[in-house]
Each structure stands twice: as structure tokens, then as C-alpha cells.
């Protein structure tokens, strides 16, 4: 027998995705009577709310809760949890499209373990905009999906949170879901207080760190997909990017033991990397990837470079100048590659534009963040 569930979708000016988000949510394999379905709107401006409330009129399960002043996603979705009332509650966003057996597929997994407290799936990629470069870009990237960030993950348990050193909060250790497809067990969400974080991001992993802390489990179901449509202009792109490394520093100080990381990304292949550690008083990691190197031989370079026109005698100077041009080259053309192999390839200008401003964006964030947290983070090069 069918457990009742709800479905919560945060949306804020989902003009552009959200009627597409409902041809999908409308076709879930799920009865209706054994559903509700909660829009938690934080403002809006475009037309998302008469949108929902157009569907509100034919489908009686759809419910709409407003707050105009809300801060974040994460306030808006606690605020739909004092509506929900499943045994179950799932999670996507107003510009997700779920897979039709979705609901079905991830309740399996729920049935197998009762100490499972929550299931994600994968996040593929859909497109508004065929021709559209961030979009591109973003799919080429595999903006926000599972497998790829942890080294082409298959479908099981996640690992247990075990040293909560800071690279397994917040770096390339922190297994998460993020809110755009994941399932949490009423339980769990009880355990949680029913209460995310009220910062503009950084909820999703928290909220996880904090049940697992609890002592439940999480299950990768990459069947159980959903695909996401993405920013569709790189200002928009580079702004949660920034936001991403910004909420970095907040975590690791709620969660992260005392210790500083040091990610030799350089010397293996993503996620699989030397890692150096040692205690310390500021928590914090620092990665070192080709984006980091360039700029570093790329400085020390330029510095030698100008110094052997000072010093016109001084014959040092010229040969670290070509010492340092060839790790500068190097760790420079490892970064810009995968930018020439994304169609159409004539367009690599633009997509090395993307990736280079959102790879700074990111180290951008988590410095500002750690400035006003007491941490200190240099996000990882990709």
C-alpha cells in the first residue's frame, strides 16, 4: 500500500522553467490522493505564482504557500514543511523535471533499510534553450551531477561521515544531496527539527551533515533521475558559483574538526588526490589544481620577467623567467582544454570565458566566506 507523500518545490521567479516543471510533476506515476504537492513561493515578480495557481484550480492537491520577504531557499522550504504532511517528503526545484517513475524508485529503496533517511538521484541536464552557450557549457560540465563528482559513483550507500575533517564537510569528500532530487524519511526530517538553514545556500549540506549525524543512512539511486535546467547567462552562472564557495566557510565552521588540508589535486585524478593534514586552529583546506598553479608560475614568471630588464646584468633572472614560463604553459593548457571539446567547437572562446569566471567565482566565495567566518578555504580547480 502506497505511503502518502509530499513533493516541496522552493520557487522564486520560475517564469522561464517552472510550466515545464509541471508537465513533468504531472506525469509522476503516483495516485494523487496519495500526494500533495507543495510550491513555496519567496517572492516572486514574473508570473510563477498565477502560473501555480492556474494548476491549483484543476488539481486540488497542489498546494501554494507565500512568503514575500523570504531570504532563501532554505527558509522557503522549511516554511512548506510546517504544510507537509507525508511519511515521506521529497525535494526539487521549479526548474527540475523529474523522472516519471521517480516517486516509485526511490520508496524502493526507503523499503529496504530503515535506517535509510534519505535518497538522491541523479541530475542530468535539460536544455530550454538549444542553442543557448551556458547551457551548453553547463551540460558539458555536468553541472551538479552525483556520479561525476565523486569520481563516477554507481548506485549504494554513501560513505559514513567518520574524521569530519573539513574536505569530507564541505570539499571533495562531502557526500551530499543537493535539494534538487532527494527524498527524506519524515523521521529524519523530525530528528532535523524540521528546520533548514536560513543562509541564500549550503542548506542541502547541512541539513544531510546533521542527519547523518543522527544516524542515518543515505542511498544513491542514479535511476530515481531528474533533470535540471540551468542559469541561462553567465552573470546568473557566476553568481551561485560564488554563492557555492561562500557557503563553504559557514559549514566548516558549524561541522569541521580543527584541522588545515592541503589537496594536491595536481597529482591525482579527480577525486583521488594526495592530501596532506595536520591540526591546526583554523579550519580550512587548500587546494592546488592547475587553476591555482597558472596564476602561481604565471605571477612568478611575469615578476622574473620584469626583473631581468631592471637588472640587465643579471642572468638569473632571465633563466627563472623561462623556468617558470614552462609549468606556467603547462598547468595553463591542462586547465583550457576541456573547453575545446565542447560543441560547437568553434565556440571556445566562450566556453573558456565560462569555465575560467566560474572557477574564480567559486575561489572568490570561499574566501569572502572565510574572511567572515574564521576559516580558510581555496576551492579546488576544474
Known amino acids: 500500500m502506497e505511503p502518502f507523500i509530499s513533493i516541496i518545490v522552493p520557487v522564486r521567479n520560475m517564469e522561464r522553467t517552472i510550466v515545464t516543471t509541471f508537465e513533468y510533476l ?30 491549483q484550480k484543476e488539481h486540488p492537491y497542489i498546494k501554494l504557500v507565500e512568503i514575500p520577504k523570504c531570504p532563501s531557499p532554505g527558509f522557503a522550504r522549511t516554511r512548506a514543511l510546517q504544510e507537509a504532511r507525508g511519511e515521506f517528503v521529497f525535494f526539487t526545484d521549479g526548474d527540475c523535471t523529474p523522472c516519471k517513475d521517480w516517486i516509485y524508485k526511490i520508496l524502493a529503496v526507503f523499503a529496504k533499510d530503515e535506517k535509510i533517511g534519505a535518497v538522491g538521484g541523479e541530475i542530468l541536464t535539460r536544455r530550454v534553450d538549444k542553442e543557448n552557450l551556458v547551457e551548453i557549457f553547463c551540460e558539458a560540465f555536468g553541472f551538479n551531477r552525483v556520479s561525476w563528482r565523486y569520481g563516477n559513483l554507481q548506485e549504494g550507500y554513501y560513505p559514513d561521515l567518520d574524521d569530519y575533517t573539513p574536505t569530507q564537510i564541505c570539499g571533495h569528500r562531502a557526500y551530499f544531496f543537493v ?20 543562509l541564500p545556500t549550503g542548506e542541502d549540506m547541512d ?16 535511476q530515481a533521475s531528474a533533470e535540471h535546467m540551468h542559469r541561462a547567462d553567465l552573470k546568473a552562472l557566476r553568481r551561485v558559483w560564488q554563492s557555492y564557495g561562500a557557503a563553504h566557510p559557514v559549514l566548516l565552521k558549524a561541522h569541521a574538526k580543527n584541522y ?37 608560475f604565471g605571477f612568478l614568471f611575469l615578476l622574473s620577467f620584469v626583473f631581468q630588464w631592471i637588472w640587465l646584468g643579471a642572468i638569473i633572472w632571465r633563466f627563472l623567467s623561462w623556468l617558470f614560463l614552462v609549468p606556467t604553459l603547462w598547468t595553463a593548457f591542462h586547465f583550457v582544454i576541456s573547453a575545446f571539446n565542447i ?35 581555496i576551492e579546488p580547480s576544474f
Not at 595536481?266 to 596532506?276: D, L, N, T, V
Request: aromatic residues 18%; glycine residues 8%; positive net charge.
Open 26 to 55: 504531472m506525469n509522476i506515476d503516483y495516485p494523487r490522493v496519495k500526494m500533495e504537492l507543495i510550491f513555496a513561493d519567496g517572492g516572486s515578480t514574473d508570473k510563477t505564482i498565477s502560473i501555480i495557481k492556474d494548476y
Open 179 to 198: 535539494t534538487a532530487n532527494v527524498a527524506y524519511r519524515k523521521k529524519a526530517i523530525d530528528d532535523n527539527g524540521r528546520k533548514f538553514w536560513d
Open 207 to 222: 541539513f544531510g551533515i546533521r542527519s547523518r549525524n543522527k544516524g542515518w543512512k543515505f542511498y544513491f539511486c542514479p
Open 260 to 296: 588545515m588540508e592541503l589537496c594536491l589535486q595536481f597529482m591525482g585524478r579527480w577525486p583521488q588526490m594526495p592530501i596532506i593534514r595536520i591540526p591546526f586552529p583554523i579550519k580550512g583546506f587548500i587546494y592546488i589544481g592547475n587553476f591555482q598553479l597558472m596564476h602561481f
Open 343 to 377: 560543441e560547437p567547437y568553434w565556440k571556445w572562446p566562450e566556453f573558456l570565458k565560462m569555465k575560467y569566471l566560474t572557477n574564480l567565482e567559486f575561489i572568490k566565495g570561499g574566501v569572502k566566506g572565510s574572511l567572515k567566518n574564521g576559516t580558510f578555504c
